[in-house]
């Protein structure tokens, strides 16, 4: 018989290949084991994308950089913060952020796709993600995706995005128009980092999610056959949040167990128990079935969700707290 498409999107790829055992927390294991508290600069993120996306939506006439700080102020995210006099310091910040750079676009240049879902399939997988805004220049597309985090980018960053480069042949195969270049467009800078890919070069990265998609298949199906098949994939009370994130990056918190038992206690930081979720402990797995979705910790375990069920992370970085994330 033909194996069956392996469904996924470039962020689970991304957490395969980040950290098998949080790809199992994320997508497998249900009901899911229980995460820290958000993070204050996944809302600032969430909170800036949503009002870009709405003010595309609005009428010509309103297109203004008035118009975007409204929006970003009636949607503003405040989970994760430190507490109300941080949260309203950012808000300020992030209201700067998209009025001034709505203030460099032409409102009567609407795109021809802005927060849309795209997707494609080979003989091995079949692959979707949403693409941030999506313009027509010329006779081409190009694909926008909106950067607010502090780091400063590079050409390598937009050169070697997978999910840039699955948004483009997404795209171009669903709407028959090429698409090439994809930009990276670095709101606290003002930066805009193009790459311009070939077909081999798109060629490559699809090749690349075909072989992460082999090794998470097979990994899948030995989870089946050990536990069963896993529920649907339950979404966070913040869902614009962390739709709008990397799921790398979370909140961080404290517990015991790793992925043998229920986690106990602990708040994930300062804040209590007003930002903390219920405590569900991954299940108990064999140590075959935990040597197939082995952690590898590194520094970025500080930042993860499901630090709590993880010894080895927990061991391998200092506990972050959820506003440690923003540029202050």
Not at 32 to 39: A, E, F, H, I, N
Not at 120 to 138: E, F, H, M, N, P
Not at 170 to 180: Q, V
Not at 278 to 285: C, Q
Request: charged share 25%; aromatic share 6%; net charge neutral.
């Amino acid at each position: 018989m033909p194996r069956r498409l392996y469904s996924c999107t470039p962020s689970r790829l991304n957490a395969w290949l980040d950290c098998r055992r949080r790809y199992r927390f994320t997508y497998l294991d249900r009901p899911q084991p229980s995460k820290g508290p958000g993070w204050a600069h996944n809302s600032v993120g969430a909170s800036v994308h949503n009002a870009l996306a709405a003010w595309w939506r609005e009428p010509y006439e309103r297109r203004t950089p008035l118009t975007a700080a409204i929006l970003l102020t009636n949607g503003w995210i405040t989970e994760g913060f430190r507490d109300a006099d941080q949260s309203a310091q950012w808000l300020g910040r992030a209201r700067d952020l998209v009025s001034g750079y709505v203030g460099t676009l032409d409102p009567s240049d609407d795109p021809v796709g802005v927060e849309r879902t795209v997707a494609t399939r080979t003989k091995i997988i079949a692959v979707s993600g949403r693409i941030d805004r999506l313009d027509r220049r010329g006779d081409e597309l190009v694909v926008v995706d909106y950067k607010t985090g502090r780091r400063p980018l590079t050409q390598d960053d937009a050169r070697s995005s997978l999910a840039l480069a699955i948004y483009a042949i997404a795209a171009s195969r669903m709407m028959r128009t090429p698409c090439h270049a994809v930009e990276l467009h670095h709101l606290p800078t003002g930066e805009i980092i193009e790459w311009r890919h070939t077909d081999e070069s798109l060629a490559r990265h699809l090749g690349r999610a075909e072989e992460v998609g082999v090794e998470a298949a097979t990994a899948d199906e030995r989870y089946r056959e050990v536990m069963g098949a896993p529920g649907p994939v339950r979404a966070r009370s913040s869902g614009a949040a962390s739709s709008r994130t990397s799921s790398t990056t979370s909140a961080p918190a404290l517990g015991t167990t790793g992925s043998g038992g229920p986690a106990t206690g602990g708040s994930g930081g300062p804040g209590g128990s007003a930002g903390e979720r219920p405590h569900v402990g991954p299940p108990a797995v064999s140590s075959e079935l935990d040597a197939v979705f082995a952690p590898n910790p590194g520094p970025i375990c500080g930042w993860c969700d499901f630090r709590r069920h993880c010894p080895e992370g927990m061991a391998a970085a200092p506990e972050r707290r959820p506003w440690d994330g923003l540029a202050e």
